[in-house]
């Protein structure tokens, strides 16, 4: 499973939303919820999810799916 | 809420002016940012008026500087960012505190409170809030070093001292070293911005404060005309600031964020602080919300999320308040504004819970709720502003 499908099975389940599709493109503005404050939950269940710790600097700094998944990917290579 | 008035003297324009002159045809990074170092320098020269002023900002960037350079090579990163960290601390304490400050009817002139007059006018609570900013990113090695130049230009751009905004240290090094030239339209969108805050300032402002604000001492319904006539200009004096300095900056080619969104069109507080002071609201966002609800996040394994979100803003918005000033009403001020947050997460929580995903939509859409939420707001925030507005007069 790639880490994009990986990722939406996180957001489905953070954002309790079953049909929910992200894209590398999807900003906050496009999920329902995403607000500063499920953020950090997200976060948390993306670490969860990918045995990954990320910073609290790098959690301010996402802006997109995009960006997250990058640095997945980067914390697990 | 700002101190800068006396900063846009004819030295700051003339400064702007040269500026544009100066920089326009620069076509290196290089050459720019030596460019905008001579000017937020030569606006220091001026505004500070005193070469012994001069030396000690120098001096402090290059100790600040040293400081980075040991935060980055140490294995103890945590000492040295704590070095920075209470030296800006002592700083902004020595500014902000009651009696101590340069705005303090009588400031106590003894030794280190005569640094208070050079700390007002470089704007220590903004930079400081730079400075914590640019130590934390080179504390996890997000990025190196700034050299003492671009230090410089992040902590002290000559637009941005007054009241910000708050530049992301993330954002300033994003932004094109060489900006695209701008068009014939894009310099008179920011003449007009630059104008339009003036009129706001020095016209609206300047006139409401006259005629209606009497610092809250006629009683009874004025009281409320009065509160809300405050709120209007403080917002207006405030949102001018950051016109001009977006002004500028779109003239000067640097990147400058935008601070204010229609603030009074909030429907709760959290809406208001995505609004309003936005540069300010996204550097405690940075740098205390979500470092302290990711530590409460994860030693509580991911339990009591409501609970923790509430609690980090609060924190997060009551530090806020200190930040404004350490003193009764600004503590007040920031504790209005903690609870105002915290209380809207736990009922944005609990309508989710009573209606639903889509009933909460759908309540949301109704113009009735609507309209009473953003009046709630605009009082609430008003009634908070009172509280400094007593004590300390119109900003």
């Known amino acids: 499973m790639s880490t994009l499908a990986r990722l939406q099975e996180v957001f489905r389940d953070v954002f309790d939303e079953d049909d ?6 999807t900003t906050a503005d496009d999920v329902d919820d995403w607000d500063s404050l499920l953020h950090v939950t997200l976060v948390v269940n993306v670490e969860a999810a990918f045995g990954v710790k990320f910073t609290s600097l790098e959690v301010a700094g996402l ?7 990058t640095l997945v990917e980067e914390k697990q290579t | ?4 008035s006396d900063l846009f003297s004819l030295t700051f324009w003339g400064i702007a002016l040269l500026g544009v002159l100066l920089l326009t045809p620069l076509t290196s990074g290089r050459a720019r940012r030596w460019g905008i170092a001579v000017l937020n320098l030569a606006f220091l020269v001026f505004a500070l008026d005193s070469w012994r002023r001069m030396a000690l900002v120098g001096g402090g960037l290059l100790a600040l500087w040293g400081l980075l350079q040991g935060l980055s090579r140490s294995k103890r990163g945590g ?3 704590a070095g920075v960290l209470f030296g800006g601390l002592a700083l902004l304490t020595l500014h902000k505190l009651p009696g101590l400050s340069a705005y303090a009817p009588e400031p106590i002139g003894s030794g280190l409170a005569r640094l208070n007059p050079l700390l007002a006018l470089i704007g220590i609570s903004y930079v400081f809030l730079r400075i914590v900013e640019v130590a934390r990113v080179v504390w996890s090695k997000r990025h190196a070093v700034p050299t003492p130049i671009v230090l410089l230009n992040y902590l002290l751009p000559f637009h941005m001292l007054a009241a910000g905004p708050i530049q992301a240290y993330d954002d300033y090094l994003d932004q094109p070293e060489v ?3 701008l068009d014939a339209q894009g310099t008179l969108d920011a003449v ?4 339009f805050g003036l009129f706001k300032k020095f016209v609206v402002a300047y006139a409401i404060e006259r005629v209606f604000l009497h610092g809250f001492m006629i009683r009874g319904a004025y009281t409320l005309l009065e509160m809300n006539l405050y709120a209007l200009v403080v917002y207006l004096d405030f949102s001018a600031y950051s016109d001009i300095a977006v002004g500028i900056g779109r003239l000067l080619g640097v990147r400058t964020p935008e601070n204010f969104d229609r603030p009074y069109l909030a429907r709760n507080m959290i809406d208001f602080w995505e609004r309003w002071h936005i540069s300010l609201s996204e550097w405690v966002r940075r740098n205390l919300f979500i470092p302290l609800q990711l530590t409460l996040v994860r030693r509580s394994g991911g339990k009591h999320a409501l609970l923790i979100s509430s609690v980090s803003l609060g924190i997060a918005f009551f530090l806020c308040g200190l930040w404004h000033g350490f003193s009764l009403p ?3 001020w920031g504790a209005m504004h903690g609870v ?5 997460n736990l009922y944005r929580a609990w309508l989710k819970r009573r209606l639903g995903k889509g009933g909460v939509k759908l309540y949301m859409e109704r113009r009735g709720v609507r309209l009473v939420a953003t009046i709630l707001t605009i009082e609430y925030v008003a009634a908070s502003l009172v509280l400094v507005g007593w004590s300390w007069g119109v900003a």
Not at chain 2, 1 to 4: A, L
Not at chain 2, 192 to 195: D, G, H, N, P, Y
Not at chain 2, 340 to 344: A, E, F, I, L
């Open chain 2, 79 to 81: 000492l040295w960012f």
């Open chain 1, 20 to 25: 929910l599709t992200i894209t590398t493109e």
């Open chain 2, 340 to 344: 105002g947050v915290m209380v809207t």
């Open chain 2, 192 to 195: 007009w911005r630059i104008a």
């Open chain 2, 1 to 4: 809420m700002t101190n800068g």
């Open chain 2, 179 to 181: 900006p695209d030239a």
């Open chain 2, 330 to 332: 600004f503590l007040l």
């Open chain 1, 63 to 69: 802006k997109n799916v995009g960006q997250l998944m």
